[in-house]
């Protein structure tokens, strides 16, 4: 029996793994940090045999609760990302599983590898609407890209979509994955209307350095991303440098950030009603934004979520907050659970690729809604 982390986004600390009925394991912290949550491991043994998988010390990990009613997920061909039998004891995860196969791997959520990452990339550019851009380098010296779909034109909307400032929230990339093919479809009559009045700036992965490494939450060198907004620096967050800078090129009138979460079960968005910049304005385009998504899909909801920031007491650090103030825009994150939406649970996938990819055709039933009412 052997198990293996050394791939893309593989991470697991082994601890014994002797008896297929004993098989201890831990998750290594995030690079320079004391973020650690995200696993993804193969494990090679005898099929058809019961295997008893415990991930111990989670009591510590970055979102305990997100173990609560959690179901790690399986796969044979990479491809397929199914629920296995999944316990919490509030301390240690444990996986019980019989593998139709002998080779298996578990991950926290559905991976989405760099070689997916890069074939994004490459359909898109492949689109007479879509071209491709490098904004700089990471820190462990991969590209940050930046995909422009439509025109640029005077009186277009400018609207930014970013994702996976948090690398282990894999399903920030399958969100976009579904979000660029309905956009670049020129048979789809909203996408085309959407490209006749706003040009698109997306960032499938800003976090390509964490993704590759297997972190949560933090880059090549433990920083969150997501806290750099104010202040970013090219010794620490050149993702975020490079990003900012292109978008003080642009202008930004609606702003998208795509994460996941470990403990609610729902998709939900969180705005700016904290930034000291707030107004009746960006109050009902976030309204008419949040009504027009209701609509689109019953995976979203706005009952349950983050708590609301105070007024003036939004965190300026956050990519949220710190463009919906810098630009006076409409700014949401987009969060989806690592779990299952519960309003709409199935028991076999959970919260899937296919449910992101869906949420990210339908995102754009919303933005058609509020694109003319931006400025
Ligand atoms: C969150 S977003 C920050 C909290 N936002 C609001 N409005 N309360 C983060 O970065 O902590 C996103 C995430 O981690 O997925
Ligand atoms: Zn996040």
Avoid at 207 to 216: T, W
Avoid at 237 to 257: A, H, I, N, R
Wanted: a negative charge; glycine letters at 6%.
């Amino acid at each position: 029996m052997r198990i293996s982390s050394n791939f893309d986004s593989g991470n697991i600390e082994v601890i014994s793994a002797s008896l297929p009925d004993d098989i201890k394991l831990s998750i290594k912290k995030d690079n320079q940090s004391d973020f650690y949550q995200w696993f993804h491991f193969k494990l090679e043994s005898r099929a058809f045999l019961s295997h008893r998988l415990t991930i111990t010390n989670l009591k510590s990990s970055a979102y305990p609760d997100g173990w609560k009613n959690y179901q790690a997920v399986a796969s044979y061909d990479r491809q397929e990302w199914f629920r296995v039998d999944t316990e919490f004891d509030g301390e240690n995860l444990i996986i019980q599983h019989t593998p139709e196969y002998d080779h298996i791997y578990f991950a926290y959520f559905a991976p989405y590898s760099y070689e997916r990452h890069l074939d994004l990339l490459a359909y898109a550019q492949q689109s007479s609407l879509c071209q491709q851009q490098f904004l700089g380098e990471t820190l462990d010296g991969r590209d940050m890209s930046l995909l422009v779909i439509g025109e640029p034109e005077e009186g277009k909307k400018i609207i930014w979509v970013t994702a996976r400032q948090h690398p282990g929230e894999t399903m920030a990339e399958w969100f976009i994955e579904g979000f660029l093919e309905r956009l670049l479809d020129e048979n789809d009559g909203v996408a085309r209307q959407l490209l006749n009045k706003a040009v698109f700036y997306v960032v499938p992965n800003m976090n390509p350095d964490g993704s590759v490494r297997g972190h949560l939450r933090t880059n090549a060198h433990g920083v969150n991303l997501n806290r750099e907004w104010a202040n970013p620096s090219l010794a620490s967050s050149p993702e975020v440098f490079y990003v900012k800078q292109k978008m003080l090129e642009t202008g930004v009138d609606l702003f998208l950030d795509a994460h996941g979460d470990e403990a609610l079960p729902y998709n939900f968005v969180a705005g700016c009603e904290g930034n000291p910049g707030y107004s009746p304005r960006i109050k009902d385009l976030e309204d008419s934004f949040k009504q027009h998504f209701l609509l689109a899909t019953p995976e979203f909801q706005d009952i349950f979520g983050y708590p609301k920031d105070k007024p003036g007491e939004a965190n300026p650090t956050v990519a949220t907050h710190a463009v919906g103030q810098q630009f006076d825009c409409l700014a949401f994150t987009l969060e989806m659970p690592f779990k299952d939406n519960i309003d709409l649970p199935d028991s076999a996938y959970g919260w899937s690729p296919v449910r992101c990819k869906q949420l990210g055709e339908d995102v754009m039933i919303a933005m058609r809604a509020v694109v003319d009412m931006l400025r």
